[in-house]
């Protein structure tokens, strides 16, 4: 469950020529709105931050903060930041008038999160980050559709962003909900029977009860990242060593963010 590995950008031809195609005015407003390896390391696990990211501060409030430019600097960072958030010691960045004027003119998020939709679990705190840090995509249990791989596609395609991370959690209703259901047979109501019905084929039926939940929560953060990992263009990324794909969960009785595999 704690598994130090991690996948990590060259945007494919056809990725660039799907976005040239589109008119110079189009392209300006996304560019407004929306713009701004390999294997890693062992030492980049989370959980692991240098000894300064326990020192209290007061919230940044310079506009040049340095943003990671590489997958490992990013995981770094969020380590770093969730260190802080679970020690009670947040520097609350990227909040400052400076930050603020600075961002309207576009954006340079480093680390893409995909999470859950749980509000207990808001990336922007766990990992102690500000405004124009981090994208964050989120549905109920990480579920992936066609309009949330979009936008991881167009978060590391377009942007630039070095790091995606699914980020599931302890306690998942979304992933208790499809375990209650597989064992019941009935059906959920309206459209949570989909979502129940996407997480289903990674329930871990060789575990009963409360470990049931738990071992499929993460069999689902694993199964999510290695879609996203076979993605023709993000995988292109990820070869070239300029995008890691990893995994993770959060507990919500620690507050602590740790790797999985």
Not at 62 to 67: E, F, G, M, P
Not at 134 to 141: E, H, K, P
Not at 150 to 167: C, F, K, N, Q, R
Not at 189 to 201: G, K, M, N, S, W
Request: aromatic share 4%; glycine share 8%.
């Amino acid at each position: 469950m704690n598994s130090d590995r991690s996948v990590g950008a060259q945007p494919t031809v056809a990725a660039h020529q799907r976005f040239a195609l589109a008119s110079p005015a189009r392209r300006a407003l996304l560019r407004f709105g929306l713009t701004g390896a390999a294997a890693l390391g062992a030492t980049a696990a989370l959980g692991t931050a240098p000894a300064s990211a326990t020192t209290p501060t007061s919230p940044t409030t310079s506009a040049s903060r340095r943003r990671p430019g590489t997958p490992e600097e990013a995981l770094r960072e969020l380590a770093a930041g969730n260190q802080r958030w679970r020690t009670f010691r947040q520097r609350h960045p990227d909040e400052s008038p400076a930050v603020r004027q600075s961002l309207t003119s576009g954006q340079h998020p480093f680390a893409l999160v995909l999470g859950c939709i749980d509000s207990r679990v808001p990336p922007e705190l766990v990992f102690d980050q500000g405004l124009g840090d981090l994208m964050t995509v989120r549905s109920a249990g990480e579920v992936l559709d066609e309009a949330v791989l979009g936008s991881v596609a167009y978060g590391v395609l377009e942007l630039d962003i070095p790091l995606v991370m699914v980020l599931g959690h302890q306690s998942c209703g979304a992933v208790k909900a499809a375990v209650e259901s597989d064992l019941s047979g009935e059906r959920l109501p309206a459209h949570v029977q989909y979502i129940a019905d996407r997480i289903a084929p990674n329930i871990d039926r060789t575990e009963e009860g409360d470990a049931r939940i738990g071992s499929t929560i993460d069999a689902n953060v694993r199964a999510i990242r290695a879609h996203l990992a076979a993605e023709p263009d993000l995988a292109a990324k990820v070869t070239s060593g300029q995008l890691a794909i990893v995994g993770a969960r959060y507990e919500l009785t620690t507050q602590r963010v740790h790797r999985v595999g």
